[in-house]
């Protein structure tokens, strides 16, 4: 924490694995991204709250371009793919898929391969994708899903896993492509507060290990407890960020200070 | 999805080498064409044995050929495509008893008459009376159509005229009182109307006409070689002989001819013929499971060509409507339209249209396909249209989720709908393609109709010539239902294979 803060006074050595300026995005003449940007330093585990239609979900779909920004750029690692107008093109999407291998996502829905039975799920990108052989994508994948605690359950069908298991399996899956990024949309909505507690920890067990993680969430206690830095979204633009123990007790911003209160 | 594009092209490809080993014009065999169904006693198949060929047109061909130095190779046709596969140069000439009338000869080009008949009464046994043209005034009576009994009957008048595809319809009919008469050819009416005690021929023959072979206007070579050879035959009394011995040669022909003998020759394809039927037409139990029996081979043959067909074409429909689908649901736009087109236009057609056009249409344009080709190809691309439809909304029964999470992971599009999308996607449809290849497999009756010797055709053949549609038409019902079964139980393991890892709830 002391050497991230010393870093953040000299932008130019520390070591950002992702920036993104200026996104912008609209659907249908609705401005939901006013030009966003961020800049994420390796290691980091950073929150993005707010309310429900702020952006947050959009501004971390545009990261890995399952959403098209209509304007701004976002490099990860030493990909950069850059928007220029309205229009999307085959350039773009090769670019898109070069920077893709170094994001892992997550999603509230957790959107398993149910006709793949959890190992498979796993081992599926890096054979497809990495080309990597079925032996060593399988070695990988009972290492991944040993870790995430689900050694047991592997040759199971998703269908019939409780959700805190399904949104380990999906960790795992995003894991296999080994990613420096790691996106998680709302990565607990869909779970009980005891299951909710499975996947976080694992995910407070990726960030000891020094993995980059950027998770909207609306899990306040989450936000606050595990993350380097939380971001306040609304309107389409960060509001305010910072350390979240410093937000959470002591809001800059009115438009902040209004959102926590409606959550007490 | 690459073997099935291998599939795709093999079947693109293969029916233009098909058409090209099918040519007729580089063989020495001298093809010829009839309606070989149920049509005694010109081309039929011999009761005796049913997968022989026999008839008096028949014998007549195999002698114009050995005149030739050729060999005679029948081909067998619906009467109605007889001539457009004439003219498509399917086969050289058409003998079916084709009367030259001019209408005829505008359109084809005609041998000397080879045969020289009239038309006669056939009445049920109990009927009197019924004798003449005029006497059938204010009666319903019974005819072939585009026949010069029909156009006897018409011009006549006052009676009431019922037009026949098939005589044996017309017989049935007179049977079961539907007919009061039937008026046609001597040469049915004698083989039909004289074998059975409950019907009669009573009269004397009325007018005369002709039959001619029928060769493609542009085939004057071919008519020349046939007719000098008919002449020969005419001459040396090789007709006489053979028509004898179908107890056909009448006081017409002997007039026709100048050939006033009576050599004693005795009417042993006649006798062959009646002592045949007699032993399958005759009553009693024993006598129709013989029969049956005797129809298992055909209707075995068959049934194994209903399936090639039917698989096929399902393989094709399948490969195809998931292209198609695929177009639809994420292709470009251009070609979002083009998909879209093709399957309303399939769709909106009929298959017997799309058959007929796919098998004469085509010829037009340099595609000649076998028979076989023809029917799995219209079947498969009709069907195509009917399976991109079902694929489609399978597509969209899978969430959207499953789609980004495999973009996500870093897959091309095309792995995603290769690997996460079409695979859950076929697990919905799967039942809706078993229905589809049952209905499928009796829709592949329609290709009877370009010659293939099918279930279908095969149920026409067999039931017209005993007269048999009850007894026969349980037999081939049965062998669609056992060519079905199989499916539907492959299809249950499909879904149960496909199934796993679907319980039905609790997942997204």
Redesign the interface.
């Known amino acids: 924490m002391i050497v991230r803060l010393f870093f953040r006074g000299f932008p130019e050595l520390a070591d950002l694995v992702l920036q993104a300026s200026g996104i912008a995005k609209s659907f249908g003449g609705n401005e939901v991204l006013k030009g966003l940007s961020l800049d994420v330093e390796r290691g980091e585990l950073i929150s993005m709250i707010g309310p429900s239609g702020c952006g947050k979900s959009t501004f971390l779909r545009c990261l890995?371009f399952?959403e098209h920004p209509d304007a701004g750029s976002v490099r990860i690692e030493d990909v950069t793919v850059a928007c220029t107008g309205k229009h999307w093109s085959r350039a773009n999407e090769a670019e898109a898929?070069k920077l893709?291998?170094h994001?892992?996502?997550v999603?509230q829905?957790?959107?398993?391969?149910?006709?793949?039975?959890v190992l498979d799920n796993v081992m599926?990108?890096p054979i497809?994708?990495k080309k990597m052989s079925r032996d060593e994508a399988q070695s990988i994948a009972c290492e991944l899903l040993a870790k995430v605690g689900l050694a047991g359950v592997k040759d199971r069908?998703?269908?019939?896993l409780s959700g805190g298991q399904k949104q380990r399996a999906?960790i795992a899956?995003?894991l296999a492509?080994k990613p420096s990024v790691m996106l998680y949309d709302e990565p607990t909505s869909?779970l009980d507060p005891e299951l909710s507690e499975e996947v976080l920890s694992v995910m407070r067990a990726l960030d000891d290990e020094g993995m980059t993680q950027l998770v909207v969430t609306h899990d306040m206690r989450f936000a606050r407890a595990a993350s380097d830095r939380v971001l306040f979204v609304e309107g389409g633009e960060i509001v305010e960020s910072g350390d979240p123990d410093l937000m959470f007790a002591n809001p800059q911003e009115g438009r902040t200070r209004r959102f926590l209160r409606t959550l007490l | 999805m690459k073997k099935l594009f291998v599939l795709l092209l093999a079947l693109a490809i293969s029916p233009v080498s098909i058409a090209l080993a099918d040519a007729p014009a580089a063989s020495q065999e001298l093809l010829w064409a009839s309606d070989g169904e149920a049509n005694v006693p010109y081309v039929f198949h011999d009761p005796a044995h049913e997968s022989q060929m026999t008839g008096f047109e028949y014998e007549l061909v195999n002698e114009i050929a050995a005149r030739m130095h050729r060999k005679a190779k029948f081909i067998q046709n619906d009467w109605d495509g007889l001539i457009p596969g004439l003219s498509r140069g399917l086969y050289g000439m058409v003998l079916d008893g084709i009367e030259m009338t001019p209408e005829h000869k505008a359109a084809v080009l005609f041998s000397r008459p080879y045969y020289v008949t009239s038309e006669r009464i056939i009445v049920r046994h109990d009927q009197s009376g019924l004798d003449t043209m005029d006497a059938l005034k204010g009666h319903t009576v019974g005819t072939i159509k585009d026949t010069t009994a029909e156009r006897m009957l018409r011009r006549q008048g006052g009676s009431n005229v019922r037009s026949y595809e098939e005589e044996t319809n017309a017989f049935s009919d007179l049977r079961n009182g539907r007919l009061d008469a039937i008026l046609l050819d001597a040469p049915i009416a004698l083989y039909y109307g004289s074998i059975s005690p409950d019907m009669k021929l009573v009269g004397e023959p009325i007018g005369s006409m002709e039959y001619g072979i029928a060769f493609s206007p542009e085939n004057r070579a071919l008519r020349d070689q046939v007719d000098a050879a008919l002449g020969e035959i005419i001459q040396d009394g090789t007709l006489h002989r053979i028509l004898a011995r179908w107890n056909l040669w009448t006081p017409l022909m002997a007039n026709y001819t100048g050939d006033n003998s009576q050599p004693d020759i005795a009417p042993t394809e006649w006798d062959h013929y009646r002592q045949a039927m007699a032993n399958t037409t005759g009553s009693g139990w024993h006598v129709l499971v013989r029969r049956y029996v005797s129809f298992l081979p055909l209707i075995g043959q068959a049934a194994l060509m209903t399936l090639a067909v039917s698989a096929l074409a399902m393989v094709l429909a399948v490969a195809l409507g998931l292209l198609l689908a695929l177009a639809r649901h994420y292709g470009a736009a251009p070609l979002r339209f083009v998909a879209g087109v093709y399957v309303e236009v399939v769709r909106g057609t009929p298959l017997l249209i799309q058959v007929l056009f796919i098998f004469y249409g085509l010829p037009a344009f340099g595609i000649r396909l076998s028979p076989f080709m023809a029917g799995v190809l219209s079947l498969g691309l009709n069907y195509a249209a009917y399976e991109a439809e079902n694929y489609r909304a399978g597509l969209l029964s899978v969430?959207r989720?499953?789609m980004?999470?495999?973009?996500?992971?870093?897959?091309?599009h095309w792995?995603a709908l290769r690997?996460?999308i079409v695979?859950?996607a076929f697990?919905t449809v799967v039942p809706v393609m078993t229905n589809d290849f049952i209905s499928l497999l009796k829709d592949s009756s329609l290709v009877s109709v370009i010659t293939l010797t099918e279930l279908s055709q095969t149920y026409v053949r067999l039931s017209s010539t005993y007269y048999d549609y009850f007894g026969t038409g349980i037999m081939v019902g049965l062998a669609y239902l056992l060519l079905g079964l199989p499916f539907v139980r492959l299809a249950r393991m499909a879904e149960r294979r496909?199934g796993?890892?679907?319980?039905g709830?609790?997942?997204?």
Do not use: C, K, W
């Open positions: 890995n399952l898929h893709r291998s994001v892992g996502m999603f829905a957790f959107n398993l391969f149910p006709h793949r039975t599926m990108a497809q994708v069908y998703p269908d019939s999906a899956r995003a492509m869909a | 969430p989720g499953q980004e999470a495999a973009i996500a992971l870093n897959m091309t792995q690997l996460v695979p859950q697990r496909l796993r890892g679907f319980s709830t609790g997942h997204h």
